[in-house]
């Protein structure tokens, strides 16, 4: 209890605008990074389990329903950066009311859209199962899965959007140890579940739901707790129309780009499936490899985010953009320490999660080529996150839009049908939506120019909302 306590203490925000910019930078990723490796646990633990101790055909269903989950939950986090930047602005410009009525906003919104996100996913799970051309051996637990993962999303929902509120005011370290706790509690659930219970690919999804809900009851402890201009009340729940209106400006061009861009892996998945369990097993160990490789850059990239979005509600132009700079040659020094490792020992990164020499050969095939291009992502990952900070984020929609769903689809296509119907090809279909998403978003970042966002102006001054330090 006196840890608890100790944990969702009331204040830890950090005023980015003055000080050390690499300092702020640094000590705001590294717990968000390795706050991301332990959210990432979730579903390798999952895969882990069931590909050691339940069968292959679970292993690949549990790993291969991931742009399914991306689909919906890419929206609502897309939409909930909207959140976090419109906060981040206000913070910065010590337009304290303004905050309190955006969280209040945002908290209402998860709230509704968890519900709906609850049905919808239930709803969509057996079609999209079909719809990625999954084994027949795989759809039961496919779909067993996902059915009991989206029954507690708004588990997932609420530690997202709370976590997201703390860090727009700078603090990272609270969302961090809640993620610890909960991937922690998630993998002894999986052991107990599937060991003790039998309870095989249903196991792991319940021990992820359970997790998920102790890291949103957390977080929201957290926000009743604080004194600050984030403090959360639930007689003040209400959607604020002004606020809806600059969360929806902000969030939904990055809703629409991790919606569409999740929707369009499920068939770069169907691609995969094609070529049997043993290569969409192959490609789910490379998968979860993926995503520890991206963490480095993406917690860059939030830093960055939160970083831009306070300067520029002071602003701080210059800062904003040293602070910039800075984060895109921190992603990408990581980048490279992380990826040395994973090349040399790829096979035994696969095997850890499938021991079977099928998939052995095929995930350190994908590992092996796909991943010295990792590098190119740390310049969309940064600059994108620069724009959404400074409120732009219609820009990094349409770019990535073009790189990852209608260039990434067109080359598909042509490369199955006039190339070369192997397996390789296809994989190489990441890579070049990285080069060209790199490419486009460098050159449109090094002619944008950084101002100070109008989301803090317009009503605002207008209406003469003044600074208040503390919730009334």
Not at 26 to 53: K, R
Not at 273 to 293: C, H, R
């Amino acid at each position: 209890m006196t840890a608890i306590k100790h944990l969702i203490r009331p204040r830890r925000d950090v005023d980015m605008t003055e000080g050390p910019i690499i300092r702020h930078i640094i000590m705001f990723a590294i717990p968000l990074l390795i706050g991301n490796i332990f959210q990432q646990l979730y579903n390798t633990v999952d895969t882990w389990v069931v590909g050691n101790y339940v069968s292959n055909e679970a292993f690949s269903a549990v790993g291969t329903v991931g742009p399914i989950i991306n689909m919906l939950i890419g929206f609502f986090l897309g939409l909930s950066s909207g959140a976090g930047v419109v906060i981040s602005q206000y913070y910065g410009a010590k337009k304290y009311d303004r905050v309190q009525d955006t969280v209040h906003t945002a908290i209402l919104m998860t709230l509704i859209l968890g519900v709906i996100f609850t049905f919808l996913g239930i709803g969509m799970a057996p079609f999209m199962v079909r719809f990625m051309k999954t084994p027949e051996s795989v759809i039961p637990e496919s779909t067993a899965y996902l059915t009991i993962y989206f029954s507690g999303v708004i588990g997932l929902m609420l530690y997202n959007i709370g976590s997201g509120i703390l860090r727009a005011v700078g603090d990272s370290q609270r969302p961090f140890y809640f993620l610890v706790v909960s991937a922690v509690l998630n993998t002894v659930l999986d052991l107990v579940f599937v060991l003790a219970f039998d309870m095989g690919v249903e196991g792991v999804a319940l021990a992820t739901i359970i997790a998920q809900c102790t890291s949103a009851v957390l977080v929201i402890i957290t926000l009743m707790r604080t004194d600050t201009c984030i403090h959360l009340s639930w007689q003040k729940l209400k959607i604020h129309r002004d606020m809806m209106k600059k969360i929806i400006r902000v969030g939904i061009p990055a809703a629409i780009q991790m919606a569409i861009t999740s929707f369009s892996n499920v068939f770069v998945q169907s691609y995969i499936n094609y070529f049997g369990a043993d290569v969409m097993s192959g490609w789910t160990a490379y998968s979860k490899i993926d995503q520890l490789l991206f963490l480095p850059m993406q917690s860059i990239s939030l830093a960055s985010t939160t970083f831009v979005g306070q300067n520029l509600g002071q602003n701080q132009v210059e800062r904003a953009r040293r602070g910039v700079s800075l984060s895109l040659m921190l992603a990408v020094v990581s980048t490279v320490i992380v990826m040395i490792p994973v090349l040399i020992f790829s096979g035994g990164f696969v095997a850890f999660f499938n021991d079977k020499p099928e998939v052995i050969e095929y995930g350190t095939l994908f590992l092996h080529w796909i991943t010295p291009f990792y590098v190119l992502c740390c310049v969309n990952q940064v600059y994108s996150g620069a724009l959404r900070g400074a409120g732009n984020s219609r820009a990094p929609m349409i770019i990535m839009l073009a790189s990852f769903v209608v260039f990434r689809q067109i080359y598909l296509f042509v490369t199955a049908n006039f190339i070369s119907n192997t397996v390789l090809p296809i994989a190489m279909g990441y890579p070049a939506g990285w080069l060209l998403c790199s490419t486009l978003t460098f050159f449109y970042f090094k002619h944008a120019k950084l101002s100070k966002s109008r989301l803090v102006e317009d009503s605002d001054d207008a209406a003469g909302v003044n600074p208040r330090p503390a919730r009334s």
